[in-house]
């Protein structure tokens, strides 16, 4: 099956003849579930590349909101969150300032700002009818594109429901395209059953529209219980047959509620298969670039870790030169209407970063003021 092309005709047969059968294959190491903090340091500190060779680590920077800002782009005209990457700023800082129509001050990593007082800070102890712009954006995109109400933000993020509800308002009016792209994609999924990224690989929803369509026989039936549930948790006194049904009711409410979870579950699903799908594309595409010119060099791709891949680069060769052809793999293997950037580390053992900067290319090392920054 390994020349097979897979179609929307054959997928089903495929994916069965592939559930069923029992051949084993051997798989790598999962890297991704080695923690990158506490203990889980130590445990990455013990990887080292094989002797006359080091470390080029190279990070994709905020992939995804990028990828959502190509589309509210290319598809709306909305070039809202796009300029924020033309323009090179911080992010969620950026976001944070055109939000709230804050001052930059009040909207860096840390800072917080009170709307009763209107003053803000930074760190330490903040008033509790304060907030830290930038934390809520961070988290409220996610919000936004999973429907989350106001009310269930505040609570997530330990704000009051006014500055819940002002974030909604101002997140639509600041980014109008954002929650219409997010519509699209999912009323996509109900009408053809999938989605596909930005590079045509789909992800399919084969039984969306059955369970769907019976969810919707069964609302108004779910309604009627949850009030006849709450008719009887009403009872002062219930006997042993209120009871009874109590409990009966609520198995049925448990049944028919998972099924409209989980088309919840389905639809923030088909909006996350686009965009990290998208990412998930570019980075194979990198890392299929990155194999081969390690394999060209006599280099190792050692790992694809989440945004990340790690290469071992022979010492004689790791100069500025190979940073950027690193910083190119990186960043034009791909293209879309906003650039991408990357962070390299240069490191002698994992986790045991160096900055292009700080390294010494004639010998191989640190150099001199930042050879005792992980002594």
Not at 19 to 25: F, G, I, L, S, W
Not at 87 to 116: Q, S
């Amino acid at each position: 099956m390994s020349n097979l092309v897979v179609t929307d005709a054959n997928y089903h047969a495929i994916v069965r003849k592939l559930v069923t059968d029992e051949r084993k294959v051997q798989r790598g190491v999962n890297m991704q579930n080695l923690p990158a903090k506490g203990a889980g340091t130590r445990v990455r500190n013990c990887f080292v590349p094989k002797r006359g060779y080091t470390f080029v680590g190279a990070d994709l920077g905020q992939i995804e909101p990028r990828i959502m800002a190509h589309i509210m782009w290319t598809r709306y005209g909305d070039n809202s969150m796009r300029q924020i990457f033309v323009d090179g700023v911080d992010l969620y800082t950026t976001m944070a300032m055109m939000t709230f129509g804050l001052a930059e001050a009040y909207c860096v990593d840390k800072a917080w700002y009170d709307p009763k007082s209107g003053e803000g800070g930074y760190g330490g102890e903040m008033p509790s009818t304060a907030y830290k712009p930038r934390a809520m954006m961070k988290t409220g995109q996610l919000a936004v594109s999973y429907d989350q109400s106001p009310r269930s933000f505040a609570k997530k993020m330990n704000v009051s429901d006014d500055v819940a509800a002002m974030f909604f308002e101002n997140f639509d009016r600041t980014f109008p395209s954002f929650k219409t792209m997010v519509a699209d994609i999912r009323a996509g999924m109900r009408r053809d059953g999938y989605v596909e990224t930005l590079y045509g690989r789909k992800r399919r929803f084969p039984d969306y529209k059955t369970v769907a369509a019976e969810q919707q026989r069964n609302e108004a039936k779910l309604m009627r219980l949850y009030g006849e549930r709450k008719q009887l948790r009403a009872k002062e006194r219930p006997t042993d047959r209120d009871m009874k049904r109590l409990q009966a009711v609520q198995d049925e409410i448990d049944m028919l509620a998972e099924k409209r979870g989980l088309i919840g579950y389905w639809e923030r699903a088909a909006f996350n298969a686009v965009i990290q799908g998208t990412g998930a594309d570019i980075l194979k595409m990198i890392g299929n670039r990155n194999a081969r010119v390690c394999k060209e060099r006599g280099w190792e791709m050692n790992a694809s870790i989440h945004d990340e891949i790690k290469i071992s680069v022979k010492n004689e060769d790791l100069t500025p030169a190979t940073i950027e052809l690193v910083n190119d793999i990186m960043t034009q293997t791909a293209t879309l209407s906003v650039p991408l950037v990357t962070d390299i580390v240069i490191e002698p053992r994992w986790m045991e970063e160096y900055a292009p900067t700080e390294w010494d290319y004639a010998k191989c090392r640190p150099r001199p003021a930042f050879a005792n920054k992980y002594v």
